[in-house]
């Protein structure tokens, strides 16, 4: 690993293979004073993703609920900075399998014992407007709007934070906290409502609405997402700090199918379907005000997101 030494930073970044993982896994390999070692199971990432081989970066198969394969890795590659993105995801899959998501809390475990043990710099860790719940104020603000979460996959991401915070306070363990609200994009796998929708519209079949489609969203494309992140790292911002990373304009879930059937085309008509019975809040918005100042530009439009997609034939990926 002597080679390893020409490069200014050596990330660490689980989860590496899955939607928002592999964007910026992309973009990080960018800059060739990184080197990137991508760490996923495959259990809802897909090797696909990634890029091919390059001289800086790595993807291994593994666990990151197995602490001796995670200590080996990261002490193998003299990791600096790690971007925890690893969990179960997919409403179905969270809601249907909440021992597999509560899982997740030995990987976030061994993460930051380790990290805390070899030195590394700091965390940046995928959270999510889940831990919201229903909304008590909107936009929901990181300082003001109280933590109201009770499904496991909110819990879970919540209780993240909390080791987060104490590890900095009993150790000293430097960190960042992206609240990630809906994010979608070429690639996205069909278990979220743009893929869905997409999918569905460009086959003229009725696309599925839970509830009378009134409930509100708000859409980040990805390359918003991974801009703003990695600016954070790269210049050191919200150093043992939490930041919104979403869209802040609300659409309705009905607006937004009338919208892609409107992009695509389709003759797909509406179905609507009884409530989700958990999980489905009514609105979602955050307060991005520090993200908007991070990018310094405007953010990306929904109708300007969908287009993109449908223009890359990217809105298929079955993985």
């Known amino acids: 690993m002597k080679k390893l030494k020409k490069y200014s930073r050596k990330i660490l970044l689980t ?21 990137v070692v991508v760490v996923d199971d ?34 193998a590659y003299n990791v600096d900075f790690v971007f925890h993105y690893a969990a179960v995801v997919g409403v179905s899959r969270t809601q249907n399998h909440p021992i597999e998501v509560l899982n997740d809390v030995k990987g976030i475990e061994n993460i930051l014992t380790i990290s805390k043990n070899i030195g590394v710099k700091r965390i940046f860790y995928a959270s999510s407007s889940e831990v919201y719940g229903e909304p008590v104020e909107i936009p929901q603000n990181v300082y003001t709007t109280p933590l109201n979460s009770r499904l496991p996959y909110a819990i879970v ?17 430097e960190y960042t906290i992206f609240r990630f609200f809906n994010t979608y994009g070429p690639m996205q796998t069909k278990d979220f409502v743009i893929t869905r929708f997409l999918k569905m519209a460009m086959q003229n079949k009725d696309i599925t609405i839970y509830g009378d489609g009134n409930q509100t969203r708000t859409f980040c494309y990805i390359d918003d997402n991974v801009d703003a992140c990695v600016k954070i790292a ?13 869209q802040s304009v609300e659409t309705r879930i009905e607006d937004l199918a009338k919208l ?7 003759k797909s008509k509406f179905v609507y379907l009884p409530p989700l019975k958990e999980g489905d809040m009514q609105r979602r918005c955050p307060d991005n005000t520090m993200m908007k100042e991070v ?16 223009e890359e034939g990217l809105f298929e990926f079955e993985h």
Do not use: W
Request: charged share 25%; proline share 1%; aromatic share 10%.
């Open 157 to 173: 991401k919540n209780l993240g934070e909390a080791y987060l915070k104490s590890f900095n306070k009993e150790f000293g363990m």
């Open 42 to 75: 495959l259990s809802t990432g897909h090797i696909d993703k990634l890029p091919g081989k390059l001289d800086n970066f790595r993807f291994i198969k593994c666990d990151v609920n197995n602490y001796r394969d995670m200590l080996e890795i990261m002490l």
């Open 295 to 310: 990018l310094d530009r405007d953010l990306i439009s929904l109708k300007k997101g969908l287009n993109n997609i449908i």
């Open 15 to 35: 989860g590496g293979a899955g939607f928002i993982g592999s964007a910026t896994a992309k973009k990080l390999i960018q800059d060739k004073d990184n080197f």
């Open 234 to 246: 790269y210049d050191n911002l919200f150093i043992n700090d939490v930041i919104n990373i979403g």
């Open 260 to 266: 892609i059937i409107e992009q695509t085309g389709s």
